[in-house]
């Protein structure tokens, strides 16, 4: 199978509302991902936030941010085409006793750089997660999957108060009551926190709670504080970590940058 000047190769994810496979470019043979849509799978509005995703990366030309390459999103089914990253997520960091603490870090402290070129343009993620973290061969971290982001000032959002959208495990309060005008850069700074949590304890915040009894806390109580589930965690990372997910976004710590050079110093 053949699209544009890519052949199309076998699956390597599968998501919602479609697959993405790996391909090869006609002429050069480099490899590539694939993202196809469903159109049996998704609405009007799913296909408008897919379009938007590759609009919003083509925006962005910074190398810890995954970069498209080719588009056709009136094909049936819509397609686009972006760099291969080839090693994995994050998320497959976690999930491999192979790791060590500094490594992860590491790849946070890449991330909030790709994170940070996102928010000097102007774009919230709002979905961040371990699995939307990809891996080049290099060790190279690279934010993907846009399909959730908003430009700062919402005049692309797709979603209206009340409603609410994320990976509730990462999930910021402002997200999960759906208050849009409190949804920017501090809402990404959030879910870097919860990613550090998880790096320096092994686990999630409120991990095995009911939902509602999450929701609640999250809310509520808070994130609870590192030097109370792990007095051995560094001072610098528990409270770098205790100031990104504070109830109220004010009271985070102020850019994804500085808690990114925070990570740099304690590598």
Sequence with gaps: MKVGPYHVGEVVGRGAHGRVYRGREEGSGGLVALKFFDRKEVSGAAIYRFEREVRLLQEVDHPHVV?????????????????????????????????????????LAGACRGVEALHERGIVHRDLKPANILIDSNGIPKVSDLGLARTVEGETSLT??????????????????????????????????????????????????????????????????????DPSVSPDLAQLCQEAVRIEVKDRRPSVGAFGKVLEQNL
């Design 160 to 229: 209206q108060t009340g409603q609410c959208v994320g990976t509730l495990e990462y999930m910021a309060p402002e997200q999960i009551e759906g208050s849009r005008d409190r949804i920017g850069p501090g809402t990404d700074l959030y879910a870097l926190g919860i990613i550090l949590f998880r790096i320096l304890t092994g686990a999630l915040p409120f991990a095995g709670n009911p939902l509602h009894d999450r929701v609640r806390r999250v809310l509520q109580d808070g994130v609870p504080s590192l030097s109370q589930v």
């Design 67 to 107: 970069r498209p390459l080719w588009v056709d999103l009136k094909g049936d089914p819509p397609v686009y085409v972006m760099e291969w990253v080839g090693g994995g997520s994050f998320e497959d960091r976690f999930e491999s006793v192979d790791h060590t603490r500094i490594e992860l870090l590491g790849l």
